[in-house]
């Protein structure tokens, strides 16, 4: 099986997160957020509006804006980690705000999750060539 690897010139992952997206190179910044932008029902931005937003080259926008147009498997997979983790914590609970009932998780209990999700969506990644 050959698998097709998109080089990027702005964007790249950050080997210090758990997070498998891509961020804008040299930043914190998730390529997602900036596409979040860009399509907003409420108030969406031209990339020109996002790049001088973000002090960022406008090829950076578009770059991120056409990662986040491939749907890429790996932002799927951090938003299915993040759901899980609040599901086992209780951030998700409807009256968590009023309440504030935060069940804490072993690192074993974090690790079951975080090795479920990466098995959930191995096959995938792999057939994408992510």
Request: net charge negative; aromatic share 10%.
């Amino acid at each position: 099986m050959s698998s097709v690897s998109t080089q990027y010139k702005f964007l790249e992952r950050n080997p210090k997160s758990n997070y498998k997206q891509l961020f804008i190179k040299g930043t914190k910044i998730f390529a997602r957020t900036l596409y979040g932008r860009y399509m907003s029902e409420e108030e969406p931005m031209t990339p020109e509006e996002i790049a001088e937003d973000y002090s960022l080259p406008i090829e950076a926008v578009r770059e991120a804006i056409a990662y986040c147009d491939t749907d890429p498997v790996a932002i799927r997979q951090d938003f299915a980690r993040e759901e899980a983790i609040m599901e086992a914590t209780g951030m998700n609970d409807p009256d968590y705000k009023y309440h504030l009932k935060y069940r804490m998780i072993t690192p074993q209990e974090r690790a079951r999750i975080h090795r479920e999700v990466e098995e959930r969506f191995a096959e995938e990644r792999a057939a994408r060539g992510e």
